[in-house]
T-cell receptor, first 114, second 111 residues
Framework: GAGVSQSPSNKVTEKGKDVELRCDPISGHTALYWYRQSLGQGLEFLIY????????KSGLPSDRFSAERTGGSVSTLTIQRTQQEDSAVYLC????????????FGPGTRLLVL | KQEVTQIPAALSVPEGENLVLNCSFTDSAIYNLQWFRQDPGKGLTSLLLIQSSQREQTSGRLNASLDKSSGRSTLYIAASQPGDSATYLCAVSPGNTPLVFGKGTRLSVIA
């Protein structure tokens, strides 16, 4: 594809519901990052996938957050029992390979938890 | 823990002015530094990437400098245009780990 795509672009949900956010990286890119951008805050790292290695989950804020990457391509970020503080823009980025540090970002998913 | 600070948080200038955005980081052991642009409702676009061994990078009207020892970088925009209005983010890479971002500088260029 032409770039990193994310869906949905916007999501409004009620507190306590589960949500799934999807990221389609650039074809052939082996590394994928999820970040969160809250109002007035910088981008916060969530999780990192590199090839077939175990993901780096050190940035996940709680056990309500999880992510998977199937077939080394598409990734899904799941937030269970959403809270109002989860409202943010969730951004995905991919890198061609380790050592190639230019990250290509998707447009993000704007999540609003009511 | 690496921390990245961007000053100012917001900046408004008339069209045609040259301007400088500042970025500072607390740990000089970085692999590279990047400047990104973010338009409202959009993702991030990489503008310039400076490797730790480099002092500056240029692209068109943009010039980014890096002083690793003092933990500073500047993004210079020449002859600003209304289309330059966006949020500019600075991020450092500690190497094989996620980028650490500043909170950004929101730039408005007034026609």
């Amino acid at each position: 594809g032409a770039g990193v795509s994310q869906s949905p672009s916007n999501k409004v949900t009620e507190k306590g519901k589960d949500v799934e956010l999807r990221c389609d990286p650039i074809s052939g890119h082996t590394a994928l990052y999820w970040y969160r951008q809250s109002l007035g805050q910088g981008l916060e790292f969530l999780i990192y996938f590199q090839g077939n290695s175990a993901p780096d989950k050190s940035g996940l804020p709680s056990d309500r957050f999880s992510a998977e990457r199937t077939g080394g391509s598409v990734s899904t970020l799941t937030i269970q029992r959403t809270q109002q503080e989860d409202s943010a823009v969730y951004l995905c980025a991919s890198i061609e390979h380790r050592g190639q540090e230019t990250q290509y970002f998707g447009p993000g998913t704007r999540l609003l938890v009511l | 823990k690496q921390e990245v600070t961007q000053i100012p948080a917001a900046l408004s200038v008339p069209e045609g002015e040259n301007l400088v955005l500042n970025c500072s980081f607390t740990d000089s052991a970085i692999y590279n530094l990047q400047w990104f642009r973010q338009d409202p409702g959009k993702g991030l676009t990489s503008l310039l990437l400076i490797q730790s061994s480099q002092r500056e990078q240029t692209s068109g009207r943009l010039n980014a400098s890096l002083d690793k020892s003092s933990g500073r970088s500047t993004l210079y925009i020449a002859a600003s245009q209304p289309g330059d209005s966006a949020t500019y983010l600075c991020a450092v890479s500690p190497g094989n780990t996620p980028l650490v971002f500043g909170k950004g500088t929101r730039l408005s260029v007034i026609a």
